[in-house]
């Protein structure tokens, strides 16, 4: 039976919801959300896999200032991928319709010569008009591309988008085995998923300063599986703010985040987290590579 297999691009504004519409398709957490911006940090596969398509869905980071070996790694990466790409699936928020930013990546697509697909996302909060307002605004970029409104919370009209993507994909073979959600290591995944914690429970710089490392994960003979993890801060005084009065805050996250890698593997688990300061680590190409980001 042939399949048809090839890469999509998810190129949109930060919030807009892309990686909840990678978690979507895929039918699983691969990406962590959360409304902060540039959660995103590493180029993220997801794969959607049926008995006629795969799709290898490459959740991109957003590009931020200031321009740091962090963010010139990110923004070199989004223009590799849009080239290597068979489609992109270029995601806007339906709520704000169309901004410079959203024109900026439009230009991005053509240049890179890759044909697109539009996603209206957010679709479950606009009424008719909106809807139509913002179908509009979406025509107005004046890509050569087929428009979906979706709501990829609720998981609604993903399915005629999937269809169109096939559609793009040629003819092949499967490129991953067809019971692969992501190419995350284990090790990655786990990190993210303690991250989303951290996006979750701290605001202003703390959100952006703050990178995860797995030091040892271990299956227990009892079937325990330990986990061993360290979150680097920039400073004393956000190690501070992420250890919390009395250990609080590194506690909530820990409890908080091994509730999610106890579902996601379905093992038992023991987090031991821990807080380490590592002055100017987003300038560190060593610790880059070591953390997967490329
Ligand atoms: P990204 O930065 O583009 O990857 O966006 P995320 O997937 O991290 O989502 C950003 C925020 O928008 C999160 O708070 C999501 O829960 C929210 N969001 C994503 N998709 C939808 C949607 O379809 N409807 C609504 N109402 N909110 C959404
Ligand atoms: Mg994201």
Do not use: C
């Amino acid at each position: 039976m042939s399949v048809r297999s090839g890469f999509v691009a998810l190129a949109g504004r930060p919030n807009v919801g892309k990686s909840t519409l990678l978690n979507a398709i895929v039918g699983e957490k691969v990406a962590i959300v959360s409304n902060r911006p540039q959660t995103t940090r590493r180029a993220i596969r997801g794969i959607a896999t049926a008995d006629d398509y795969q799709l290898v869905i490459v959740d991109l980071p957003g590009v931020q200032r200031p321009r740091d070996p962090l963010t010139e790694r990110m923004q070199r990466r989004m223009e590799r991928e849009l080239t290597e790409s068979d489609v992109a699936l270029f995601v806007l928020n339906g709520q704000q319709g169309v901004g410079p930013g959203d024109r900026f990546i439009a230009a991005a697509i053509r240049n890179a010569g890759v044909p697109a697909v539009i996603a209206l996302n957010k679709a479950d909060v606009l009424n008719r008009a909106q809807t139509a307002a913002a179908l509009e605004a979406a025509a107005s970029l004046d890509l050569d591309a087929e428009i979906f409104p979706v709501s990829a919370l609720r998981g609604a009209g993903v399915g005629p988008l999937v269809a169109e993507l096939v559609k793009h994909m040629p003819e092949g073979e499967y490129l991953y085995p067809p019971e692969e959600r992501t190419d995350l290591s284990e090790q990655v995944q786990l990190a993210e998923l303690i991250r989303e914690q951290v996006l979750m429970r701290t605001r202003e710089e703390i959100p952006h300063a703050v990178e995860v490392e797995i030091d040892e994960i271990e299956e227990r003979e009892d079937g325990l599986l330990l986990v061993v993890a360290r979150m680097w801060a920039e400073t004393e005084s956000q190690k501070g703010i992420l250890i919390g009065a009395r250990g609080r805050m590194v506690r909530d996250i820990g409890s908080a985040a091994r509730r999610e890698i106890e579902q996601l593997t379905g093992r038992r688990v023991h987090l031991d987290l821990s807080v380490r300061v590592r002055k100017g680590w987003r300038a560190d190409e060593g610790l880059l590579d070591r953390l997967g980001i490329d």
